[in-house]
């Protein structure tokens, strides 16, 4: 990373060349290492081939010895002239290594600067900024593409030693290429310019594994402009894991709050594969060749390209991460004991049980064997490599093992043991230190206090679980939180014949979550449907992302618990949302929200055993007319509808003629679905009805979905199931309930969920004319400091709307009759008076406003019978909006869902009833046309008993202005636009009220990052 002088010291004849972009570059075999020299790509990094080296300045060419701008002795770039000879399709031959040079060493205290070295930091003593304050919000943990974890954060003075060791790591080959001579030695001068920055025209990122500087990423402005270039350097034992995307991502974001616009770089021609790490970014970048060398030029400003890309690495990640937590190649039970009552040894039973298809190592240090097997003192002892451990301790013994797996390279752990978040505020900070100490080292943590993980793969058999039986294989994924509620759900699975793929449970949930394993179901070919129990959501925006997307291809099914209960630092801000419109919410993302296990199970053997249906239209067949009935009532108070009244075969009829009837019933172009309601005549062994069932489903042209009543069984009869080679029921195995309301119910689910999935996608929209930088430093500005909410004044409102073409009708706020009088003339006639008082304004009798006012008297009239009625001079005077329909436009925050955008009409009736429609952010155009059409009294917007219908398109645009504002500024905590006035001539805001705050839920933009890790307020 380190700048090099024209002639390094230790070099005294090297050529004066242009150091290169890239520590890694060249062709194969010269000084590559072998990650970097072909494009490659890892598992789980979308689009990067390469990592980056250090990268020049773009500073000018010029034929002096030391160009102008920021190269130079003391630059970012280390090059001095320009390079000999261009056009050579292979880089110069390096000349023959010197001998080796011990590790490079620290200067000395003492250790004079050189003579062209100053001795400090170019900035005076009273303009410099202080290099160990940075914004802590620029701190993050990261996942890399191969899963593994580091920390990222701004350099500091105090990493120079570790910037002396990444650069001693560094092979002679990649110093080469680097800096066209062996500098084995980083100067005092170079070392303190690197390691101590202002955190704002100078910014670096260092990432750490523990406590080793692994990678660098650097920018510096240039010449005080909006430009900076770019350089970076990844450590040759790490090229390949996505950290140069990484840094590039958070260098981006940081400069772009400190006013960078634009990142310039230059790159030698025959480094292809970093001009693609730009490229592949999703920036536009723009090329200029001189002298075979590429000036890269691109702006920093996110595009849906770069976002797009920056999600599929995330994706891909954070899938790999869960991907190594469910395949691993050994397991170490730590903890695990001789003593069956204990927690240790019902966990390394469960895996020998299942037989595990790796190696599971028992570590206990009182006992040299546990169930027969071998046992290590420690995970340390352990003579092969450790993926998995399983820890099984005391809380207080944790800390110690979390050791000996750092040392180890464990790459996951699973704590079972309890005693953290769950027991109080100490266990709690002792659970955020363990976490925040792994995933420095590269660690993902299952838990505290979690039940464990499974896969029921035939080539891995993991029951890392404290589950007594590992259930039979499926295609479903299941996620919990509780332990307790874990078990109960693994052993309801088996008894209703539902198979299982993968199954997590997180406990305290303080690193691995739901949304983690919703990256990695995405791909996971395996799994077919998605099982969540939910308490909570750490990121809500982000699971309503993911579950959008994951949902479009397979079912995703949830319990939510916990809906009503509300974190402290959400209540001054949230508000009660009905549980219809709690649906709504659930199916804007694709998931099928349920209230009960029981229900998830009922809908989840449909998803399961059964195909779509193409639409709400069901069939009914049975035996009996009074069970056919009610299922027919109740499929119509579901929504479904019937495609004719129920057939009735009669308790005489035999099989052939049942399945005939049902044969009939499938074949009908007026059905989309059927129910089959059947009990058991006296005479004739149901298992003969059954067999005559299931012949008929297992035709080849049927593609209807059946459930059944069939002889009132729960789950997949035997007699209806259809088995694989192993003897799990799989697809085309007819799910049974006990009664026809719940074989109703879950099949409607089904029926929404996959008319949800016809329906058309819709597209993230960004309106034209949003200024959201101007945005976002002014809400910096009125944000207070103190992390409190404040209510912004009505210029502020105003401004901050303004940034998002959002109008509110012209006002005045005056204080006495004249000056009513001079507003009205200002602003034209006909104009509004209204009270200060919000309270007085919002009354229904219309007590504190005065409409229609066309001349100078009636204002003046007005204004004094306002001051009378509120008591206050001052009065607001407003242009008259077209006249409409009121409408209200808000955002509040929620605690499952973020923040939500809520549409209705305005007024007292409205609000008594609830009428409101709402929809999570971010939102889509079918979203927004949707939200404005969802509210009961909508149908008055459209022309409801021939009134002309209101501009339906600007209130959709409003929508999704105030949406992306809601996106780009988290400190939006609440918002109300009432009344906006929606007429044929378009939407008018005449009032708006607006609070802001430090955001109750991490916002999904920016950078990649993992949940940070911060104890609750």
């Not at 206050?872 to 909006?881: K, L, N, S």
Request: glycine share 10%; net charge negative; with cysteine.
């Amino acid at each position: 990373m380190p700048d090099d002088p024209a002639n390094p010291p230790d070099h005294p004849g090297t050529p004066a060349h242009r150091a290169p972009a890239d520590a890694t570059s060249g062709p194969p075999g010269e000084g590559r290492s072998d990650a970097a020299a072909a494009e490659t790509t890892v598992p789980g990094e979308l689009g990067e081939s390469t990592e980056l080296g250090e990268s020049t300045g773009a500073a000018e060419r010029s034929g002096s010895s030391e160009p102008s701008g920021l190269a130079g002795p003391t630059g970012l770039s280390g090059r001095a002239e320009p390079p000999g000879p261009t056009g050579s399709p292979e880089p110069p031959e390096p000349p023959e290594p010197p001998e080796p040079p011990g590790p490079p060493e620290l200067p000395g205290p003492d250790e004079p600067p050189g003579p062209d070295e100053p001795p400090g930091p170019d900035e005076p003593p009273e303009t410099r900024r202080d290099p160990f304050d940075y914004p802590r919000a620029w701190e993050a943990d990261v996942v890399l593409s191969d899963g593994g974890t580091v920390h990222v954060r701004p350099i500091v003075p105090s990493d120079a030693a570790g910037l002396v060791a990444l650069h001693g790591r560094l092979s002679e080959r990649s110093r080469y290429f680097r800096y066209f001579g062996a500098y084995p030695r980083i100067p005092a001068r170079d070392l303190e310019r690197f390691s101590t920055v202002d955190h704002h025209d100078r910014v670096a990122f260092v990432a750490l594994l523990g406590d080793d500087v692994v990678a660098v990423g650097r920018y510096e402005r240039l010449d005080g402009g909006p430009s900076a270039e770019v350089a970076f350097l990844v450590d040759d034992g790490h090229q390949g894991r996505g950290l140069g995307s990484i840094l590039l991502e958070h260098l981006a974001a940081a400069a772009s709050e400190c006013g960078v616009r634009r990142f310039v770089a230059e790159v030698l021609s025959e480094n292809a594969a970093m001009v693609r790490v730009f490229r592949d970014a999703g920036y536009q970048v723009s090329r200029a060749i001189e002298e075979g060398v590429l000036h890269l030029e691109f702006d920093i400003d996110p595009t849906e390209e770069s976002l797009a890309v920056a999600r599929a690495r995330e994706q891909a990640a954070e899938a790999r991460s869960v991907h190594n937590l469910l395949h691993p190649a050994s397991v170490a039970v730590i903890g695990a004991s001789a003593d069956p009552a204990k927690v240790g040894h019902v966990a390394f039973a469960n895996l020998l049980v299942a037989d595990f298809a790796g190696t599971v190592y028992p570590v206990n240090p009182e006992h040299r064997s546990v169930r027969g097997v071998r046992a290590y003192p420690s995970v340390l002892d352990i003579p092969d490599p450790v993926d998995l451990a399983l820890v099984a301790v005391p809380a207080e013994a944790v800390e110690p093992v979390l050791d000996a797996c750092f040392a180890k390279g464990v790459k996951t752990l699973v704590i079972v043991s309890g005693g953290f978040a769950e027991s109080g505020p100490l266990g709690l900070h002792a659970e955020l230190r363990l976490v925040g100490e792994a995933r420095a080292h590269g660690m993902r943590v299952v838990g505290p206090n979690a039940l464990g993980v499974l896969n029921t793969a035939p080539d891995v058999r993991l029951n890392a679980t404290l589950a007594p039986r590992l259930p039979k294989r499926g295609r479903t994924g299941f996620f919990c939180q509780s332990g307790a509620l874990g078990t109960a759900i693994l052993a309801d699975a088996g008894a209703r014949g539902l198979g299982v793929s993968t199954f997590v449970s997180a406990g305290n949930r303080a690193d691995v979550s739901g949304n983690d394993l919703l990256q990695f179901w995405e791909t996971d070919p395996e799994t077919d449907l998605v099982l969540l129990y939910l308490e909570s959501f750490g990121n809500p925006r982000k699971f309503a992302r993911l579950a959008r997307r994951l949902a479009r291809s397979k079912p995703i099914v949830a319990v939510k618990s916990g809906r009503h209960a509300v974190r402290p630092q959400l209540a001054a801000t949230s508000a009660e949302v009905d549980e219809a419109s709690v649906q709504a919410l659930f199916e804007q993302a694709g998931v099928v929200r349920v209230e009960s296990l029981a229900q998830l199970f009922d809908t989840a053997l449909v998803f399961a055993h059964q195909p779509l249906p193409a639409g709400p239209r069901i069939g009914i067949v049975g035996n009996s007319s009074a069970i056919g009935l009610l299922a027919a009532d109740t499929a119509r108070a579901e929504g479904l509808r019937p495609a004719f009244e129920p057939v009735d075969v009669g308790p005489q009829a035999g099989p052939d003629e049942f399945a005939a009837a049902v044969r009939e019933a499938l074949d009908s172009t007026d059905t989309d679905a059927l129910i089959v309601v059947f009990a058991p005549p006296v005479a004739i062994p149901g298992t003969a009805y059954a067999r005559a069932l299931r012949e008929v489903v297992q035709e080849p042209e049927q593609t209807k979905p059946i459930v059944s009543t069939f002889l009132a069984a729960e789950g997949i009869p035997d007699e209806l199931a259809v088995l694989s080679e192993d003897g799990v029921a799989v697809r085309g195995s007819i799910p049974s309930y006990p009664s026809p309301e719940r074989a109703v119910n879950a099949l409607a689910r089904v029926v929404r969920y996959a008319a949800w999935r016809r329906r058309p996608q819709g597209t993230l929209v960004r309106p034209a004319g949003l200024h959201v930088e101007q945005a976002q430093e002014l809400v910096r500005e009125l944000l207070p400091g103190d992390g409190t909410a404040t209510l912004l004044s009505d210029d502020d409102v105003v401004r901050l709307l303004g940034c998002y073409g959002v109008d509110v009708v012209s006002f005045r706020v005056v204080s006495s009759v004249d000056d009513a009088a001079a507003a009205a003339a200002e602003l034209g006639y006909p104009v509004t008076l209204k009270a200060f008082d919000e309270r007085l304004r919002g009354r229904p009798d219309l007590a504190g406003v005065r409409l229609d006012l066309t001349s100078e008297d009636s204002v003046r009239v007005a204004y004094r019978n306002l001051c009378a009625v509120s008591g206050d001079d001052d009065v607001y005077v407003q242009r008259m909006a077209p006249k409409g329909l009121s409408c209200v436009i808000g955002l509040q925050d929620d605690p499952s869902f973020g923040t939500l955008v809520s549409f209705g009409l305005s007024g007292l009736v409205s609000t008594l009833l609830g009428d409101r429609a709402y929809r999570a952010v971010p939102l889509t155009d079918v979203d927004a046309a949707t939200l404005i059409r969802e509210p009961r009294t909508s149908p008055l917007l459209t022309g409801y008993r021939g009134d002309e219908p209101a501009d339906l398109a600007a209130l959709q645009d409003m929508v999704l202005r105030v949406a992306a504002l809601a996106e780009d500024n988290p400190e939006v905590r609440s918002l109300a636009l009432d009344p906006i006035l929606a007429s044929p001539e378009g939407a008018f805001v005449a009032n708006a009220r607006m609070v802001l705050g430090p955001p109750p839920t991490r916002p999904d933009t920016g950078p990649r990052r993992l949940r940070p890790i911060t104890p609750p307020e």
